[in-house]
């Protein structure tokens, strides 16, 4: 006999939804980095513990939670971004399903403290497992100060999934950069353990950032390249076939400044260097994909990183000519200039 069906108990519910946005330390920050860009915050400080499981520190310096926002800031499907249906063709902001904080509160210990612009004081909440305790008065400047402990501590199975805590802080790490690369006009800052990671300073240019994270003779190298069409333009600096690799880990693509990972740009930025890459060779890359709101459905997956596009096969031939025009200045450059 098949049992029956049953709704979920609310706590369970609300783990399982968790799951799809979190799947380690690094998506709490991502989401919580995402948030201050959202916010206008211009300057973003995280700090992070073991890895990220132990605490999760960011602070900003963007609009602040009003007092009567607040629970719902840490309600699903509760934002302050979208209003209608219609809104999903033009986001412009990266939050909109309002699931993250909401997800990260039902399996940590998650402090809240926040200041609106005028108001004379702050105030701070404390969500365990899920439950908002009460709000209270509390000092902060400005911004906004989110504070996530013991992640996953109520779900074991995730906790049993981490890597170790060297890998785990690489890629919050990972995830803070590849974000601090698209905000030039942001100051950023990493601390692990007590230990500075990266301080990226408002106006830095892109290679001055990218060589912090990448070797700083690989970055002197790269290869501008740009092309605009129909509304589209591509931008970014990619790596001479010379210095192609067996991985691709340095393949970094955004659209409208998030960072995604598709199939599409891959297979583009590949074909613009079609003749020169072996079959398991990657490239490096930073690609910037900008193109109109309603070209681009961000709304595919609750961790964002995926993307669907209205018109795939203008986008690929757009970057795979972007790469292949580059490639081939910077080839012809040479020639003229041969080295001594
Ligand atoms: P979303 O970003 O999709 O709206 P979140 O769960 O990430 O959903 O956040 C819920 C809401 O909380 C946001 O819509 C925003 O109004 C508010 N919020 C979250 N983080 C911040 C922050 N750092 N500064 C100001 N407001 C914030
Ligand atoms: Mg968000």
């Not at 979190?22 to 915050?41: F, I, T």
């Amino acid at each position: 006999m098949t049992p029956p069906i049953r709704i979920l108990p609310p706590e369970l519910q609300s783990q399982i939804a968790a799951g799809e946005v979190l799947e380690r330390p690094a998506s709490a920050v991502k989401e919580l980095v995402e948030n201050s860009l959202d916010a206008g915050a211009t300057s973003i400080d995280v700090e992070i513990d073991r890895g990220g499981q132990e605490r999760i520190l960011v602070q900003d310096n963007g609009q602040g939670i009003a007092e009567q926002d607040l629970p719902l800031a840490l309600t699903r499907h509760a934002t302050s971004k979208i209003v209608s249906l219609d809104d999903l063709q033009r986001i412009s902001s990266f939050g909109f399903r309002g699931e993250a904080l909401a997800s990260i509160a039902s399996v940590s210990r998650t402090l809240i403290t926040t200041i609106v612009p005028g108001a004379d004081q702050g105030i701070q909440a404390e969500a365990v497992h899920g439950k908002l305790a009460e709000i209270r008065p509390a000092a902060i400047a400005r911004g906004t100060r989110i504070e996530v402990r013991d992640l996953f501590a109520n779900v074991p199975v995730r906790l049993k999934f981490l890597k170790t805590t060297a890998t785990e802080a690489k890629r919050c790490q990972e995830a803070m950069a590849h974000m601090a690369l698209a905000h030039l006009d942001v100051s950023f800052s990493l601390t692990h353990n007590g230990r500075e990671i990266f301080r990226f300073l408002a106006g830095e240019s892109l290679e001055h950032r990218l060589q912090r994270i990448w070797p700083p003779h690989l970055v002197q190298d790269l290869v501008p390249i740009q092309r605009e069409r129909d509304g589209m333009r591509i931008t970014g600096l990619v790596g001479t076939p010379g210095q192609a690799q067996g991985r691709g880990d340095r393949i970094i693509m955004y659209v409208n400044d998030r960072p995604v990972k598709d199939k599409l740009l891959l297979r583009a930025l590949r074909q613009g260097y079609k003749g020169t890459l072996l079959s398991k060779e990657y490239p490096q890359a930073v690609l910037f994909l900008r193109l109109p709101t309603r070209e681009v459905d961000v709304n595919v997956h609750p961790a964002k990183t995926e993307v669907r596009f209205l018109d795939e096969r203008a986008i690929f031939s757009l970057i795979q000519g972007a790469v292949r025009n580059g490639l081939d200045a910077c080839l012809a450059q040479a020639d003229l200039q041969p080295l001594a």
